[in-house]
Every structure is written in structure tokens, then in C-alpha cells.
């Protein structure tokens, strides 16, 4: 506006090679940001940065962020999205798991003060455990096992929710937190365990579907672009410190009614294969999003079978 | 029984100099173990120790137990008992309460895990919040705000539990869980903050009693001789790895109950100053003992007024 040419903010992103991750690399370069993405590859992947081969506002750091951190340089934005996200990575590494959403939190949040950069956790729905209030608010305290399998990831990110607010309030740090409820599409590794990515490489290979319990439980899903545009605004915006924002989708599907979308959408009308209900899996979980349609100006805007039949797409190619 | 001297256990306890911490080196003692007290003296005080100078089975290493930790020789049990414990204490703590509470306890299950020691985890009450069942078994989750000022503590702990039980799960580390409701005693603090040091202390020295609330908000108090009895068993008994036990007191008094026993016994009535509520203050919390009853064979001996009178003895010769 002035004509000044503003000089480019610098956003380090941790887990920069997962799934969001790699899209809010993506997001923050076309928005004119220098990026340093880490990542220990414990659970992300590299083709998932393959596009930032040679970008210039993109650099790679390989490290364990529950390990100490040397960064060097200006920071404005801290974003500590490394994890094991679903059940079955996390229950694959619990300690890992407990490490970075502990330790790892420390030593994000210790590097964003230092620099008095912005700080935004992503937390998740999980937090709300296995809620008896319909839909979330942020307000909810949730219903969690502390001692259950699921706690590793569960506590470790209320535990990672806690830490960043006690920097907010004794150090003063800008720090914001966004709950990230189901999210989907292109870069979710097929063998992560969660139900859209399975449900559509089994349905394009021709092999059973999986269905844990009768199917009837609920759940609801959001775009991953839709997601990176919450997560965009939570960060950029200014005056929100201290905010725990939901993000995603309020449509609510039973997993049997995903399973016809997701086969009328190839074409195919799948085998099912039902298997026990894991523990403490939740039945039900729904965001409460008005905070963020209020703070951020925020709601989802593809539809459930658009952004199937786009993650479909990526799956067939990348498959 | 078979007339072979058993060599001497050894345990190492976290949080020595502490409340809690210093009682149980004297039990360990009592019983014939060698003892390692590690504490930071952040809230611990040394005078609590000073019946150990001179005596070959306690030996005292100051440390910071979320700071890698150096102890050599063989260990048979580790009772991890470090971190602020009182809302006055980790409110003016907040960071080093989470640390504690996370990297303190990767630190001790490293330690006990390498050693192939037994491993205990002070827990607390607190990690059921302001509890929305009464009393509470060991099976309710709790009702605990992830972001709220208290969650420095509550979500440490859980967290701490998580993680203690990622432990049991994964490396297969004997560990146990003792969540610890309200005690008191010989050796808390006057300044902690908590009510039984303030009302004697306020009562021995004539100044008004504050009360936050209407003191209608009900506790219940174990003394401190108790809790130690069933933290011994806990930790010694066979077959109860993986355990998660509560030991307190079942019996529930109001504030004003408590000033009213505290005011006889001294002998003089006192002025009260009513105080607003903290936030998120628990209304009432009460301990469901049957698993300690159960698998420990342990109930409370000793009634309130009894502990009281012990309480104030030693708060008046101690003042």
C-alpha cells in the first residue's frame, strides 16, 4: 500500500514434511514467506516437500525438535505441528510421541521467546477425548483418560495446550492454539491408519474396508485447504493472543455413510470387514466453530464429496 | 528368616527435602533401605532433612531433576516426589512445574528403566479436577481445564501419568501410581499456602483466618504418617505393576469444620477473613480408598483431631 516493499517475514514449521505441515509450507511460501521447515521424518515424508526442490524461500532442517534446537536468525512465526497424529502412528511410538509434545513444545516455545517470535500450537480435537457435550466449544474441558493407551497423544497435547498457555501468561509470549478436528485429503499416508485414506486405497485396490465397531459412529471432516486457511488467519491475524481456536468441519457423516461416498464417488461398491472398536474410541465428536467464524471470519467451504473426489484424485495418481 | 543378612535395597527419592519427600526418607531409613534425597531446594527445605546428618544410609544430592540426571551405583526403587505441589507454590512456578512434572519424570523412568528399578510416581488428586462424580475411584478421567491457571499442575501430572504409563506399556518398567489426596502434618510449609499450615499458623499467632469462599467447599485431610504407610506398600508390595492406587482420607470436612477443630484445640476463636474463590477452585474432592483397601490391605488410622493436635505441636515448637 505505502510502496515500500515490506521485507519478508521468516515462519519456522515444525513437522514441515506430515501432512498439514507440508500444506502450511506450501501456503505460507505463496504468501511471500521465507520458511524453515523441520522435521525428524519419524512419521512424515519427504515427498511431501518434493515441490520445494530449489524454492529459494524454502529450507529443510532434518531434527528431532525434542532434541535441543539451534535456529539460527530472525523468526516472526513459530508453528509446532510435529507429532505422530493418528492413533495408529501414535500408539506406534508413544514415547516419541510424549517427547515432542513435551520436550519438543519446550524447546519451540523457548526458541519463539528468544526471538520474540508468534507462537501457535496445533492441538486437537482429542483433547475433548471422548466428549459428553455435543457439539465442542472451547470452553469444554473435555473427557480424557489420563492412564488409557490413546493418552499418549491425548495428554501430551493438553500437557503441550498447558505449557504454551503458562509461557503466554508469565513470559508474555503471543501464543495461540488451534484444535484441529478430522482433516483429509492429498499427503495423508495411506498407512496412517485413518479412516478416509484407507477407506479410498482399499476401494481403489478392490480390497475389503475396514470398519472398527458397526460403523454408525460419527464423525466430522474437513478439507485440508479449508484447514490451512483457519490455521493462516489464527496466525496471522493480530490481537488474538492467548485464543484456543477449533478449526473444522461441522457436517457430521456416520463412517458408513462416508464409505457410500467414497464408493459411488470410484465407482465401486466396496466389501466391508468389521472389526472391534479400539479403547476409548470416541463415538462422537463435532467442532463448535463459532469462535473462529467470529475471530476469523472462518467456515469450511468444500463439501465433503469435493474434497473426496480431489483426495481421491491425488491417491489415484500418487498410488 | 534364613539367617542371611539381606543386602541393604537402595531408593531413590525425588522431591526429598519436600513435605512428603522428607517423610518418606525417614520410613526408607526406619525400614533398613539406603537412601538417595534429590532435591532442588526450589520449594524443599533442608531443615526437613537435618535428622539425616551423619546418618550412612541417606545420602543428599542437589539437583534439578529435569536436568540430566547422574546417579551411579545400583538402584532398587525410584519414588518420584519432586515438583511444586501447592496452587500457591506451582502458580508462582508455572514453568518449572511443567518441567518437573514431564522432563523430570523422562529423567527418573530413564533412570529406574535402565536400572531395571521399580518406579513410583507421586500423583494427585488434582488430576481430577473439580470432579463431577463423588468420591472419585481410580476409573473416573476427571473434569480438569487443559488452559486454565491450575494446569500447570493438573495437566503436569496427567501428563506425568501418561508418561509413566507409555513406560509400563512399551518397556515393560515395573510402575506404579499413587494419587495423593489432601495430607498434612509435620513439616509443610506456614507460607505454602494450603489451609491446615495457614489456619495454625494464623491461629498460634492471633492474625484473622483466611478463608477463600464461604468455606462451605469440603476437603478431606490425611495425616501425613497415613499416606506415607500406604506410599510404603505401594511401593513395596509384589504384583502391582501398572497399578494406579488413591490413598487418602474418606473423611470429608468443610473449611469451617476444620477452623472450628484447629480453634478448640488451640484454645481461642478465631477472626476470619472471607476471601474470593480462586478459579477453577474444586468444591469439593473425596477420595474412593477400596483398591488401597483391596490390594494394600491400608486405611487412614488416624482421626483428624489426633492429627491436628500432632500438627500444631510441631507448627508451635517449629514457629
Known amino acids: 500500500m505505502s510502496g515500500v516493499r515490506q521485507p519478508a517475514r521468516t515462519v519456522l514449521i515444525t513437522g514441515a514434511a506430515g501432512f498439514l505441515g507440508s500444506h502450511l509450507c506450501d501456503r ?29 524461500h524454502f529450507r529443510f532442517v532434518r531434527q528431532d525438535v525434542a532434541k ?3 535456529i539460527d536468525g530472525y523468526l516472526d ?16 511410538h508413544p514415547i516419541a510421541t510424549l517427547e515432542v509434545d513435551s520436550v519438543g513444545t519446550f524447546n519451540t516455545l523457548e526458541l519463539a521467546d528468544a526471538r520474540r517470535a508468534r507462537y ?21 474441558w473435555g473427557h480424557v483418560n489420563p492412564t488409557g493407551p490413546r493418552s499418549v497423544y491425548d495428554e501430551g497435547k493438553r ?34 491408519g485413518r479412516v478416509i485414506p484407507q477407506f479410498i486405497t482399499c476401494a ?33 491475524y493480530e490481537g488474538l493472543a492467548g485464543e484456543v481456536v477449533n478449526l473444522g468441519n461441522t457436517e457430521e457423516v456416520s463412517l458408513l455413510e462416508l ?20 479403547q476409548d474410541d470416541p463415538s462422537r465428536r463435532r467442532p463448535d466453530i463459532r469462535r473462529a467464524e467470529l475471530a476469523l471470519g472462518w467456515t469450511p467451504q468444500v463439501p465433503l464429496r469435493e474434497g473426496l473426489r480431489r483426495t481421491i484424485d491425488w491417491f489415484a495418481r500418487a498410488g
Open 28 to 56: 505460507f511460501v505463496a504468501q511471500g514467506w521465507h520458511v524453515i521447515g523441520v522435521d525428524n521424518l519419524l512419521t512424515g515424508m519427504p515427498r511431501n516437500l518434493a515441490q520445494m526442490n530449489g524454492n529459494g
Open 120 to 140: 501457535l500450537l496445533a492441538s486437537t480435537s482429542e483433547v475433548y477425548g471422548d466428549p459428553q457435550v455435543h457439539p465442542q466449544p472451547e470452553t469444554y
Open 204 to 236: 481403489l485396490s478392490g480390497t475389503p474396508l475396514p470398519v472398527q465397531g458397526d460403523g454408525r459412529q460419527t464423525r466430522s471432516f474437513c478439507f485440508v485447504d479449508d484447514l490451512v486457511e483457519g490455521i493462516y488467519r489464527l496466525a496471522t
Open 77 to 92: 512465526l513459530v508453528l509446532h505441528f510435529a507429532s505422530p497424529a493418528s492413533p495408529r502412528d501414535y500408539l506406534r
Open 259 to 278: 464409505i457410500e461416498s467414497v464408493a459411488s464417488l470410484i465407482g465401486r461398491t466396496p466389501q466391508l470387514a468389521y472389526l472391534p472398536l479400539p
Open 159 to 192: 500437557f503441550a495446550e498447558a505449557l504454551t498457555m503458562a509461557y503466554h501468561r508469565s513470559r508474555g509470549l503471543d501464543a495461540r492454539i488451534v484444535r484441529i478436528f478430522n482433516t483429509y485429503g492429498p499427503r495423508m499416508r495411506a498407512d496412517d
Open 68 to 70: 535441543p534446537l539451534a
